[in-house]
């Protein structure tokens, strides 16, 4: 079964620094896009970072500059280095895979089961 597995969430405080991991496992050979969304509460999901399989990035203009997207095409896993960290940043954050390129064939907008960020003092 291909699943995408998020880690890395918790509490830090305003100023502080968190990376997230995401993980794609199920004989993948490769990905399109894989991106970071959030939900903050009672808002809409929203995009704030993705990466190509070949490594183009792209941020939302909120955490352009604070925030780093990464991947290890190797392990399958992406990663969201967040630096200087701001209690807006503080949200559900989910991984998503626009395809996967599996043993069995393509899997389309693959979601995580989300990961909590909470930024407080």
């Known amino acids: 079964q291909v699943q995408l597995a998020e880690s890395g969430g918790g509490l830090v405080q305003p100023g502080g620094s968190l990376r997230l991991s995401c993980a794609a496992s199920?004989?993948?050979?490769?990905?399109?896009?894989m991106g970071w969304y959030r939900q903050r509460s009672g808002n809409e999901r929203e995009l704030v970072a993705s990466?190509?399989?070949?490594?183009?990035?792209n941020y939302a203009d909120s955490v352009r500059g604070r925030f780093s997207i990464s991947r290890d095409n190797a392990k399958m896993t992406v990663y969201l280095q967040m630096n200087s960290l701001k209690p807006e940043d503080a949200a559900v954050y989910y991984c998503?895979?626009?395809?996967?390129?599996?043993?069995?064939?393509?899997?389309?907008?693959?979601w995580g089961q989300g990961t909590q960020v909470t930024v407080s003092s």
């Open positions: 998503n895979a626009d395809r996967l390129i599996t043993s069995r064939g393509i899997v389309f907008n693959l």
């Open positions: 199920g004989s993948i050979f490769s990905f399109g896009v």
């Open positions: 990466i190509t399989w070949g490594g183009t990035t």
